[in-house]
T-cell receptor, first 116, second 113 residues
Framework: AQTVTQSQPEMSVQEAETVTLSCTYD???????LFWYKQPPSRQMILVIR??????QNATENRFSVNFQKAAKSFSLKISDSQLGDAAMYFC?????????????FGSGTKLNVKP | EPEVTQTPSHQVTQMGQEVILRCVPI?????FYWYRQILGQKVEFLVS????????KSEIFDDQFSVERPDGSNFTLKIRSTKLEDSAMYFC???????????FGPGTRLTVT
């Protein structure tokens, strides 16, 4: 079964600085999607960024970028120029394209604090 | 922008009682999901629903759980006889037919006493 691991329960970053959140996963599949979701306090999870495993190029969305290392099964999220509004829980998620194609496997989350 | 909504935001119930958690997915979406997150633990998949039937369920989703899309807009999760260990945050999600991203609701916090 697929597992997703986020080894950092909580992290802090100074406003305007850069922070990297770690995610590793375990799978025997070659084709899949990876996602980072953000969950602000008392609000729903929203998609931050998505990476297709067949793409070698790392996904980027404005200040958010990923470092996808397929061989190492690593999918870290880098947030540049951190803003107060980035403070949230961040979840890494895996979606298979081969088996059990519907569901997501989530990590346990990383709580990001942004200090002014 | 359309959003998935869930009601209530917090439900307190006594052990053994039935609860129904309600979700309104985004209107043109075709796939629907329930996940739960016990405090301090991972978000876990419960069930997926497509074309008016369950397409996949986890081992957590036993006979005490059921889902329904009664009227084409609501998507409900029923827990027949709640247990203390059912206390968790329950998230509903939906996905369009051709998409890969799931859109999540804000969650319902269920507390079983």
């Amino acid at each position: 079964a697929q597992t997703v691991t986020q080894s950092q329960p909580e992290m802090s970053v100074q406003e305007a600085e850069t922070v990297t959140l770690s995610c590793t996963y375990d799978t025997s599949e070659s084709d899949y999607y990876l996602f980072w979701y953000k969950q602000p306090p008392s609000r729903q999870m929203i998609l931050v960024i998505r990476q297709e495993a067949y793409k070698q190029q790392n996904a980027t969305e404005n200040r958010f970028s990923v470092n996808f290392q397929k061989a190492a099964k690593s999918f870290s999220l880098k947030i540049s120029d951190s803003q107060l509004g980035d403070a949230a829980m961040y979840f890494c998620a895996y979606r298979s394209l081969q088996y059990n194609f519907n569901k997501f496997y989530f990590g346990s989350g990383t709580k990001l604090n942004v200090k002014p | 922008e359309p959003e998935v909504t869930q009601t209530p935001s917090h439900q307190v119930t006594q052990m053994g009682q039935e609860v129904i958690l309600r979700c309104v997915p985004i209107s043109n979406h075709l796939y629907f999901y329930w996940y739960r997150q016990i405090l301090g633990q991972k978000v876990e998949f419960l069930v997926s629903f497509y074309n008016n039937e369950i397409s996949e369920k986890s081992e957590i989703f036993d006979d005490q759980f059921s889902v329904e899309r009664p009227d084409g807009s609501n998507f409900t999760l029923k827990i027949r006889s709640t247990k203390l260990e059912d206390s968790a945050m329950y998230f509903c999600a939906s996905r369009p037919g051709g998409g890969n991203e799931q859109y999540f609701g804000p969650g319902t916090r269920l507390t079983v006493t």
